[in-house]
């Protein structure tokens, strides 16, 4: 069983940065895949960012490339997601998730989910 923690959500303006925690115990935190997903208002849960197992891997949604960076301690059994040039549209709230062998971008894939952290973007 693994547990996931996010941390660092908050209010921003539009071209600032941020960068959330996932703090995970159980488990052994090598074997996962990572991944960060939001839900915005009204919306559905979406795919941001994943990351492979030792951290060499990374894949992006096309909405948040070139500003996001998913990274991974390790040894410090956390995952971290940077966000450059916040905009609005980025509001949400960001969760944490992990799976042994998840589909990438799937969020039906992920076993595992953090309870989320919000950011809100203004303008």
């Known amino acids: 069983q693994v547990q996931l923690v996010e941390s660092g959500g908050g209010l921003v303006q539009a071209g600032d940065s941020l960068r959330l925690s996932c703090a995970a115990s159980?488990?052994?935190?090598?074997?996962?895949?990572m991944g960060w997903f939001r839900q915005a208002p009204g919306k559905e849960r979406e795919f941001v960012a994943f990351i492979g197992y030792t951290g060499g891997y990374t894949d992006y949604a096309d909405s948040v490339k070139d500003r996001f960076t998913i990274s991974r301690d390790n040894a410090k059994k956390t995952v971290y997601l940077l966000m450059n040039s916040l905009k609005p549209e980025d509001t949400a709230v960001y969760y944490c998730?992990?799976?042994?062998?998840?589909?990438?971008?799937?969020?039906?894939?992920?076993?595992?989910w953090g309870q989320g952290t919000r950011v809100t973007v203004s303008s």
């Open positions: 998730a992990a799976d042994s062998s998840p589909i990438g971008r799937q969020k039906g894939s992920y076993k595992y």
């Open positions: 159980g488990g052994t935190f090598s074997n996962y895949v």
